[in-house]
C-alpha cells in the first residue's frame, strides 16, 4: 500500500515504464498502473519538509483532472477486454426499466380503462428508455467486436516476432 501518491520523487525500473501507457494525467497514478500489471511496488518514506516560499499551484482545477484520470484508469482496467459488462448491464437495467413502464401503461389500458391519451407521456418515457437500452447495450457488443479484433490482431503479432 503506498501512503503518498502525491510525492514526486519516484523510481522505476526500465521494463515498468516500457510496459505503462502514459498519456494525459496518468502519470499521477504510475504506482496504481504497475500494480496491476503485477510489478511489484513498495514505498520509501520520503522526509517532507514545510513550503518556505512560494504558493501551491495544486488548484481545483487540478484536482477535478486527476479525479477523472482515476475514473478512466478504473474503467479501462475492469472493461478494456469486455465492453459488453459495462454497457450491456446498463442496457439491460434501461431496457427492463423501459418494459416495466410499458407494462403499466398497458395495465393502465386493459385492466383501467383509461385512454391511452392520458398517459401519453409515460408511454413515450417508456419507448425513449427502451431504445436507451438497445443502443447501450448495442455499444458493448460493438465495443466488444472492437476489443476482440484488437487481441486477434496482437496475437498474430506477437506470433509472428516469436517465430521469427
Known amino acids: 500500500m503506498i501512503h503518498d501518491f502525491n510525492c514526486g520523487l519516484k523510481i522505476y525500473k526500465k ?18 498502473l504497475a500494480g496491476q500489471k503485477k510489478f511489484k511496488v513498495t514505498e520509501i518514506i520520503v522526509n517532507h ?17 486527476g479525479f477523472f484520470d482515476l475514473i478512466s484508469i478504473l474503467f479501462l482496467s475492469k472493461y478494456t ?3 459488453l ?3 450491456g448491464k446498463i442496457g ?17 389500458k386493459y385492466f383501467l380503462n383509461e385512454p391511452f391519451a392520458q398517459h401519453m407521456a409515460l408511454l413515450m418515457l417508456g419507448i425513449l428508455i427502451l431504445i436507451i437500452g438497445i443502443q447501450f447495450f448495442s455499444i ?9 479484433a484488437n487481441q486477434r490482431k496482437e496475437f498474430r503479432i506477437k506470433n509472428f516476432l516469436n517465430k521469427n
Request: hydrophobic share 40%; no cysteine.
Open 15 to 32: 521494463n515498468v515504464i516500457k510496459s505503462i501507457e502514459v498519456y494525459g494525467g496518468r502519470h499521477r497514478y504510475l504506482p496504481a
Open 49 to 65: 519538509r514545510p513550503r518556505l516560499y512560494g504558493e501551491t499551484k495544486y488548484g481545483g482545477a487540478r484536482f477535478f483532472h
Open 81 to 83: 477486454q469486455s465492453p
Open 85 to 87: 459488462y459495462f454497457f
Open 92 to 108: 439491460l437495467f434501461a431496457f427492463l426499466a423501459g418494459l416495466s413502464i410499458e407494462g403499466y401503461v398497458i395495465y393502465l
Open 140 to 148: 458493448g457488443l460493438v465495443g466488444e467486436m472492437i476489443a476482440n
